[in-house]
């Protein structure tokens, strides 16, 4: 998913407003509103980036979408863009999306299928809701690369995990290892990423690594996370050192959520537009070469939409940034 919006444009870390709160041992992050283009555009809940919190582990984005009614919005319609030094995380929980890059990739993103695109040095790709959804709802996530990594190749996988059930909850473990479901999928960094569905008032207690820091997105339903009750769209981060995390859904219906983590990334990043870099100098140059349309980031063949234009720079310096010293 590209980051169409005006507010695209902000340095990294400039692009939350609302900052997060603090209740008990969790850092509650409170989205915004982000529209995807036009007046009928697709709207996102925005978590990450913010103010009070810049990526969780390797995370760095998170948009939470939908129940969208595609009749009435358009749906998901993103052409060719590029991306640098990050992966893209693709997933959903109800409709389709067509998508295709630069690798050659042609591939349907489907509600419990993993679709992976690593950026690396450079990539581009298109996005398209089906003609067969209805209702799109899902999440799109980006890892940045670390520094070493950030100039591999492009890359795409494509992963179906098997469901674990368990005390009321249904885990689908899309990477790394949780409940004893390990993900096959490469990885740069330390990382966790799971959906949880939890039955009414239904309570898991799960084994994660102490080095990992987390953050539970809900999608639906209530859930408490070491004692605090987060709401749909909220996000709850949780520092390192817990051993395990218990969720329970005080709902009286059934609730949703993703659960992301990872060893702290402690490298800073300067994030702008679709660009994840170290420095000022990183995102201009790859800005020149996406509208010089160099080689650097290949032709999505199959997509009849034009490339989607690079935003104007800010007039200033975009400074790398981290999270607020731990």
Do not use: K
């Not at 790394?176 to 009414?200: D, K, N, Q, R």
């Not at 990183?282 to 160099?294: G, Q, T, Y």
């Not at 999505?300 to 690079?310: F, K, T």
């Amino acid at each position: 998913m590209s980051r169409t919006e005006a507010e695209a444009m902000e340095s990294h870390g400039e692009a939350g407003r609302d900052g997060g709160r603090t209740d008990g041992e969790v850092e509650i992050l409170t989205p915004r509103d982000v529209p995807l283009g036009g007046p009928r555009a697709m709207t996102v809940r925005r978590t990450l980036p913010q103010r009070s919190r810049t990526l969780i582990g390797a995370w760095c984005f998170a948009d939470h979408y939908g129940p969208d009614d595609v009749a009435r919005t358009g749906g998901m319609r993103v052409p060719p863009h590029p991306h640098t030094g990050l992966q893209t995380v693709s997933w959903l929980f109800s409709g389709e999306i067509e998508h295709r890059d630069s690798l050659g990739s042609h591939a349907l993103v489907r509600p419990g299928e993993l679709n992976l695109m690593t950026g690396g040095h450079g990539i581009s790709h298109s996005e398209f809701s089906t003609e067969r959804t209805s209702v799109l709802h899902g999440v799109q996530l980006w890892v940045a690369l670390p520094d070493e990594h950030r100039h591999t190749a492009r890359d795409f996988r494509h992963y179906v995990p098997e469901p674990v059930r368990t005390d009321g909850a249904e885990i689908r473990v899309f990477l790394g290892a949780l409940a004893g479901s390990v993900s096959p999928v490469p990885a740069f960094t330390p990382l966790l990423g799971a959906e949880i569905a939890l039955a009414p008032h239904a309570s898991v207690t799960l084994a994660v690594d102490p080095a990992f820091e987390h953050g539970l997105l809900v999608d639906h339903g209530d859930v408490r996370l070491a004692g605090t009750v987060l709401r749909p769209a909220q996000l709850g981060y949780v520092r390192p050192g817990r051993r395990t995390l218990t969720l329970r859904n005080e709902s009286s219906g059934p609730a949703r959520t993703v659960l992301l983590g990872g060893t702290p990334f402690e490298e800073e990043i300067v994030m702008w537009w679709n660009f994840v870099g170290r420095s000022h100098d990183d995102i201009v140059l790859a800005r020149r070469e996406w509208e010089d349309a160099s080689d650097r980031f290949g032709a999505v063949e199959g997509c009849v939409a034009d490339r989607l234009p690079a935003p104007a720079l800010p007039n200033a310096t975009i400074r790398p940034r981290g999270n607020p010293p731990r």
